[in-house]
């Protein structure tokens, strides 16, 4: 009995705290979302904000259980978990069920369950407990190169389900191992990467390589001429060109039409208010109209007559902006940065590389759904069907966001002891 009240006696108080608000907060805004004049109450099992009070409830019980399990055993176990999800994401590219065209979900009478949503922490787990043995060495190519295994295999899985933006999610930790001392060219060839991806489908692929050809023939005259180097330059005229070409060929023949459409409105190519821009635009109308302070509670007229799409998952901050208006959203960015910060300051005080680690990996993850999410809403990110953690309308999401907490609330609560 005196080992379990110590064990709650140091967990991180603000962590829970920030969890408990963001889970209820969530709650309330998927219960005026949907809400429903003939099942009023909000504990009305029939309806959806009934049914995640059940997943509320039972995320409070995984996360006790994770408490109360001894700190060891998720390092220890790391790799089995990580290799059972994987087998989950395989088993489910036969037997899973098809929603919104992504085959990612397992039916079992009335249940639904997204492996992809689980193999989130579970790879988060395997990169930790991978990045903190005693015999990794980041100067050596086998330690460079197994860390991107890890991250690759599930998202290639996942990518198979036609669920890209849940596989977009492992791109986030990366800064996980720039963080253990991954070269910062690395970093910067990755954003490179992206940059040129975007300048491609921005503009006609020959301009963008002429522009590249001046930038680089403007970066000799700042070196030494010699051949070695010169040769290197034109190395990466010669990459980058075929790199720009690839995206269009990709862009033109590997990706679905709602894809491409998709891409081309966010970045402003197309204006299709009726089609793949129509989420966007209704959520940006049902944000707008909050104003200042709000419609008020369970007055938002564009979600509670469905103007807006997927309101009560995906684009639940939509039902934020306009019941709660500027100081609402204000209120939940707040909390969601506070709850990101607080993790990072954790993660720091850490004594055992694992749990610092893995407590980058959490931040990572959270706060790229958390970008990504809220973009969404407002037309700054494409629409790629990621839920805002501890908001959104689902039991697999809020399972897999309280595992991955609580999993390192409970390595700091025994930071004094791991090393």
Same mark, same amino acid.
């Given at each position: 009995?005196?080992?379990?009240?110590?064990?709650?006696?140091?967990?991180?108080?603000?962590?829970?705290?920030?969890?408990?608000?963001?889970?209820?907060?969530?709650?309330?805004?998927?219960?005026?979302?949907?809400?429903?004049?003939?099942?009023?109450?909000?504990?009305?099992?029939?309806?959806?904000?009934?049914? !995640?009070?059940?997943?509320?409830?039972? #995320?409070?019980?995984?996360?006790?259980?994770? $408490?109360?399990?001894?700190?060891?055993?998720?390092?220890?176990?790391?790799?089995?978990?990580?290799?059972?999800?994987?087998?989950?994401?395989?088993?489910?590219?036969?037997?899973?069920?098809?929603?919104?065209?992504?085959?990612?979900? %397992?039916?079992?009478?009335?249940?639904?369950?997204?492996?992809?949503?689980?193999?989130?922490?579970?790879?988060?787990?395997?990169?930790?407990?991978?990045?903190?043995?005693?015999?990794?060495?980041?100067?050596?190519?086998?330690?460079?190169?197994? +860390?991107?295994?890890?991250?690759?295999? +599930?998202?290639?899985?996942?990518?198979? !389900?036609?669920?890209? =933006?849940?596989?977009?999610?492992?791109?986030?930790?990366?800064?996980? *191992?720039?963080?253990?001392?991954?070269?910062?060219?690395?970093?910067?060839?990755?954003?490179? @990467?992206?940059?040129?991806?975007?300048?491609?489908? *921005?503009?006609?692929?020959?301009?963008?390589?002429?522009? @590249?050809?001046?930038?680089?023939?403007?970066?000799?005259?700042?070196?030494?001429?010699?051949? !070695?180097?010169?040769?290197?330059?034109?190395?990466?005229?010669?990459?980058? #060109?075929?790199?720009?070409?690839?995206?269009?060929?990709?862009?033109?023949?590997?990706?679905?039409?709602?894809?491409?459409?998709?891409?081309?409105?966010?970045?402003?190519?197309?204006?299709?208010?009726?089609?793949?821009?129509?989420?966007?635009?209704?959520?940006? @109308?049902?944000? =707008?109209?909050?104003?200042?302070?709000?419609?008020?509670?369970?007055?938002?007229?564009?979600?509670?007559?469905?103007?807006?799409?997927? !309101? #009560?998952?995906?684009? $639940?901050?939509?039902?934020?902006?306009?019941?709660?208006?500027?100081?609402?959203?204000? @209120?939940?960015?707040?909390?969601?940065?506070?709850?990101?910060?607080?993790?990072?300051?954790?993660?720091?005080?850490?004594?055992?590389?694992?749990?610092?680690?893995?407590?980058?990996?959490?931040?990572?993850?959270?706060?790229?759904?958390? %970008?990504?999410?809220?973009?969404?809403?407002?037309?700054?990110?494409?629409?790629?069907?990621?839920? *805002?953690?501890?908001?959104?309308?689902?039991?697999?999401?809020?399972?897999?966001?309280?595992?991955?907490?609580?999993?390192?609330?409970?390595?700091?609560?025994?930071?004094?002891?791991?090393?």
């Amino acid at each position: 009995m005196k080992e379990q009240k110590g064990i709650f006696r140091h967990i991180d108080r603000t962590l829970v705290l920030l969890y408990l608000v963001l889970v209820l907060m969530g709650w309330v805004s998927i219960y005026a979302a949907v809400y429903n004049d003939e099942h009023a109450s909000i504990f009305d099992l029939s309806q959806s904000y009934g049914k !995640q009070l059940l997943w509320i409830i039972t #995320s409070f019980v995984i996360a006790l259980m994770i $408490i109360l399990t001894d700190a060891k055993f998720f390092n220890a176990f790391a790799y089995p978990i990580y290799i059972g999800t994987i087998l989950l994401l395989i088993v489910v590219l036969f037997l899973g069920n098809v929603t919104s065209g992504a085959r990612s979900w %397992f039916e079992i009478g009335g249940f639904k369950l997204q492996p992809a949503e689980f193999a989130k922490f579970a790879t988060t787990l395997a990169l930790a407990h991978y990045l903190s043995a005693l015999d990794f060495d980041n100067k050596k190519r086998k330690s460079q190169l197994i +860390p991107w295994i890890i991250l690759t295999i +599930p998202a290639a899985l996942i990518i198979l !389900q036609n669920d890209t =933006g849940s596989a977009m999610v492992y791109a986030s930790l990366t800064l996980v *191992l720039y963080r253990q001392g991954m070269p910062g060219s690395i970093l910067l060839f990755g954003v490179t @990467i992206a940059i040129l991806a975007i300048m491609a489908l *921005l503009f006609n692929q020959y301009i963008v390589i002429a522009v @590249i050809a001046v930038l680089l023939l403007g970066f000799t005259f700042f070196i030494r001429r010699t051949w !070695q180097n010169i040769l290197k330059v034109i190395g990466i005229f010669v990459v980058a #060109s075929l790199f720009v070409l690839s995206v269009e060929y990709a862009f033109q023949n590997i990706l679905e039409p709602h894809q491409k459409t998709r891409i081309n409105v966010v970045l402003g190519k197309q204006i299709d208010l009726k089609g793949a821009g129509y989420n966007v635009n209704q959520s940006k @109308i049902a944000i =707008g109209s909050g104003g200042f302070w709000g419609k008020g509670f369970l007055k938002g007229t564009q979600t509670k007559f469905n103007f807006v799409p997927e !309101q #009560s998952t995906d684009f $639940i901050f939509c039902t934020v902006g306009e019941e709660w208006g500027f100081v609402g959203t204000t @209120i939940v960015i707040l909390l969601f940065l506070a709850l990101i910060t607080r993790i990072i300051m954790v993660a720091e005080r850490q004594r055992s590389e694992f749990s610092r680690i893995y407590g980058y990996g959490v931040a990572s993850i959270l706060f790229f759904h958390f %970008f990504v999410n809220v973009g969404m809403t407002i037309g700054l990110m494409p629409v790629i069907g990621i839920p *805002l953690p501890f908001f959104s309308y689902g039991g697999s999401s809020l399972w897999a966001f309280t595992i991955l907490l609580f999993i390192f609330i409970k390595q700091d609560s025994n930071r004094l002891i791991l090393v």
